[in-house]
């Protein structure tokens, strides 16, 4: 987390425009010492992201998770490390809709979403159960755009690596997307009308695909934000969805995607310890709680390709999140 008087500043700061605003937070971003945190990596919150993502078993070869927790110098699955070093605020540091506020801009820009990244691992050094791990963490980029139909958003760029005894592990940058709060409550709809959920609207995989289906419940994404200590409103509160955000049911959490994506990917391999050398991924729209997406997974040499399709809430279908996976050589 960045000092007390960094998010102060990022709350209050008053400038000329938007941009400007961006700038002063970008800069003053850079004048912050990185954050450094240390954790020690333990069994219970692996075990219990695995039971959450409806895995018994960390691994093929392992015991069942509901009666075993994992050993000491177990391998991380490629994505769970965002199970740890959550965030640590107390209750009034958060923002209006619970989100952790450390890496946000002016307080006008308040509607957070996860936009994508890069994760890049280390070959030869997995993150392990039993690690002391340090965490670093900088920002790194604050963009000001604007979208074609003339809103502006800022997007935030934080880079976070992770050390062992060994060294470093892994290197992962997100980046969010921050909109301005709404000024007025969003257009009531007719929720009890069909949005067009029928699987049979989903793309099926053609001869050099695989697919895999998913459908979030409000229980599942209650347990991954107890995981993460997220309490980012628009993943449990439906109030606050539809009536404060404009979204039609509670959303699935982008790092929950990523974290599936990964294990689509490692299911897919010969031996399922195996660690990619990168993954990049982007997030173009929001899935939601109890409606059916689906994942296609089509490998090409040394990389992978997975597309999220879902459903627009309109009977048409759309690419929700993108991701492509690079094999370690």
């Not at 200590?229 to 979204?247: K, L, Q, T």
């Amino acid at each position: 987390m960045l000092p007390r008087s960094f998010r102060r500043l990022a709350s209050t700061a008053i400038s000329a425009g938007t941009k400007q605003l961006v700038d002063d937070f970008l800069q003053t971003a850079r004048n912050a010492p990185p954050n450094v945190r240390k954790q020690y990596l333990d069994a219970n919150q692996l075990q219990r992201l695995s039971l959450t993502l409806n895995r018994p078993r960390l691994y093929q070869r392992a015991e069942i998770l509901e009666d075993n927790v994992p050993l000491n110098g177990t391998p991380l699955p490629p994505g769970y490390h965002l199970a740890y070093f959550t965030p640590a605020s107390l209750p009034g540091h958060l923002g209006r809709d619970g989100t952790d506020i450390s890496y946000s801009p002016a307080e006008s820009f308040t509607r957070r979403m996860w936009a994508g990244g890069r994760l890049n691992w280390e070959k030869g050094n997995a993150l392990c159960i039993g690690d002391e791990a340090i965490e670093t963490t900088k920002l790194v980029s604050a963009e000001l755009k604007v979208t074609r139909a003339g809103e502006e958003m800022v997007v935030v760029g934080v880079e976070k690596t992770f050390e062992n005894a060994k060294g470093l592990a892994l290197v992962d940058r997100r980046d969010w997307v921050f909109r301005k709060q709404l000024l007025e409550p969003p257009p009531s709809q007719d929720y009890s009308v069909s949005t067009g959920r029928d699987d049979a609207r989903l793309p099926l995989p053609n001869t050099s695909q695989r697919s895999r289906d998913f459908l979030q419940s409000a229980v599942s994404l209650f347990r991954f934000s107890a995981l993460t200590f997220n309490a980012h409103m628009i993943h449990y509160s439906r109030p606050w969805c539809r009536e404060v955000e404009g979204h039609r049911d509670i959303v699935v959490h982008g790092p929950l995607n990523l974290i599936n994506l990964l294990d689509f990917w490692r299911d897919e391999q010969m031996d399922d310890f195996m660690i990619p050398k990168s993954i990049g991924y982007r997030a173009t729209a929001p899935f939601y709680a109890g409606e059916n997406y689906r994942a296609l997974l089509e490998k090409d040499a040394d990389t992978t390709a997975i597309k999220l399709w879902g459903h627009d809430g309109k009977g048409d279908v759309k690419v929700g999140m993108l991701g492509d996976i690079v094999d370690q050589v």
